[in-house]
């Protein structure tokens, strides 16, 4: 079994910063992409940031200048530091990984943290 705990959400003030983690254990072959999406009700869940096993970056367009994405490769983990937070960044955020066992490649995801930015 495959696990991606997530840690690091919770309440912060217009222009203040968190740090998001998440860690993957379990049967591990190999970390694939690793991602951060972030979901309000009643909206889809969109992509905010992503890195690749080499280590390439992506960023949504909202986030950039804002947010870094960085992986600690050792402890298939992956962070996310959120600076400069807006009240329109509250949402549930997602951790995502694809990940390779010895007998599959798929998606997984973290049970999602609350990020909620307000005075």
């Known amino acids: 079994q495959v696990q991606l705990v997530e840690s690091g959400g919770g309440l912060v003030q217009p222009g203040g910063s968190l740090r998001l983690s998440c860690a993957a254990s379990?049967?591990?072959?190999?970390?694939?992409?690793m991602a951060w999406y972030r979901q309000d009700p009643g909206k889809q869940r969109e992509v905010v940031a992503r890195?690749?096993?080499?280590?390439?970056?992506n960023y949504a367009d909202s986030v950039k200048g804002r947010f870094t994405i960085s992986r600690d490769y050792a402890k298939n983990t992956v962070f996310l530091q959120m600076n400069s937070l807006k009240p329109e960044d509250t949402a549930v955020y997602y951790c995502?990984?694809?990940?390779?066992?010895?007998?599959?490649?798929?998606?997984?995801w973290g049970q999602g943290t609350q990020v909620t930015v307000s005075s």
């Open positions: 890195i690749s096993s080499s280590g390439r970056t």
């Open positions: 995502y990984a694809r990940i390779e066992r010895t007998v599959d490649l798929r998606d997984y």
């Open positions: 379990g049967s591990i072959f190999s970390v694939h992409d």
